[in-house]
DNA sequence: AAACTGATTGTTGTT
DNA sequence: AACAACAATCAGTTT
């Protein structure tokens, strides 16, 4: 709930060191107590209308370069499949796969995120419209 | 500070 | 241009 910030002005501190020297998997921020869905949310709401008009673009989750590396070879197999057919398999395979074979897709994931650290400097930078 | 919710990211194909 | 399911990740709000 992106409400107006006016108490908390956004106690976050920078992460401690730029390098990521363990690079804790998951144990920090991400944590949300139930992270999967109890049954099924696909909640299908629509709105792709970004809040922020120049808001820089974040960085792809592993996920995400999986599907840009893998959709293409899913959808050879499965040209009858449609779009959520795909999704679903796509799911499934990751789901299904070891961290070892995320890897490649992982390390891609925390390259962007580089990226989107200095997009987001240069977001906080330009004050200019 | 920790936890949680919301919004965002990319893909294809159709309207 | 927008939305459909999928998973991950961040940013901001809340307690």
């Known amino acids: 709930m992106p409400r107006a910030a006016a108490s908390t002005t956004t106690a976050r501190s920078k ?3 730029a390098s990521p020297v363990a690079a804790a998997p998951k144990a920090s ?3 949300k107590a139930a992270v999967e869905p109890a049954g099924k949310i696909t909640k299908t709401k629509g709105k792709r209308t970004k809040k922020d008009p120049r808001a820089p673009k974040r960085a792809l989750s592993a996920y995400m370069f999986f599907s840009q590396a893998k959709r293409a070879e899913v959808r050879e ?12 398999m796509l ?3 990751w789901k299904g ?4 074979d995320k890897i490649p897709y992982v390390k891609l994931a925390e390259k962007d995120k580089v990226r989107y650290d200095a997009a987001k400097e240069a977001y906080a930078g330009d004050a200019s419209d």
């Not at 197999?77 to 679903?88: D, E, R, W």
């Not at 796969?97 to 070892?100: C, K, L, V």
């Open 29 to 31: 921020r991400g944590k």
């Open 97 to 100: 796969m070891s961290e070892a």
């Open 15 to 17: 992460k401690a060191a």
């Open 91 to 93: 799911g499934d395979m």
């Open 77 to 88: 197999k499965n040209p009858n499949a449609s779009f959520g057919s795909i999704g679903k």
